[in-house]
């Protein structure tokens, strides 16, 4: 999945997270105190201005922000 570093690299810089290491089982919702719902709308901000595409309100949900792996499947199919 060749996002996945990219979508790594924004949930680190929009979280301030630094050199936090991320897998794709890296929890997110609920495990990052970052991860407040002003972040959640921050990030889906800079993953539309990085990738070129728009999330629609009623496609924004909890199981997309469960791991980063989740996010990054969730970015792959708005790209796809």
Same mark, same amino acid.
């Given at each position: 999945m060749p996002q996945f570093s990219q979508v790594?690299?924004?949930? $680190? @810089?929009t979280l301030s997270l630094g050199q936090m290491p991320l897998?794709?089982? /890296?929890?997110?919702l609920g495990s990052l105190p970052e991860l407040d719902s002003m972040a959640v709308a921050n990030l889906i901000?800079?993953?539309e201005q990085s990738f070129g595409?728009?999330?629609?309100?009623d496609e924004i949900s909890a $199981?997309?922000?469960a791991t980063v792996g989740s996010l990054a499947?969730?970015?792959a @199919?708005? /790209?796809?």
């Amino acid at each position: 999945m060749p996002q996945f570093s990219q979508v790594c690299h924004i949930l $680190r @810089s929009t979280l301030s997270l630094g050199q936090m290491p991320l897998t794709a089982d /890296t929890p997110l919702l609920g495990s990052l105190p970052e991860l407040d719902s002003m972040a959640v709308a921050n990030l889906i901000l800079a993953l539309e201005q990085s990738f070129g595409f728009e999330v629609q309100d009623d496609e924004i949900s909890a $199981r997309h922000f469960a791991t980063v792996g989740s996010l990054a499947s969730f970015v792959a @199919s708005k /790209t796809a």
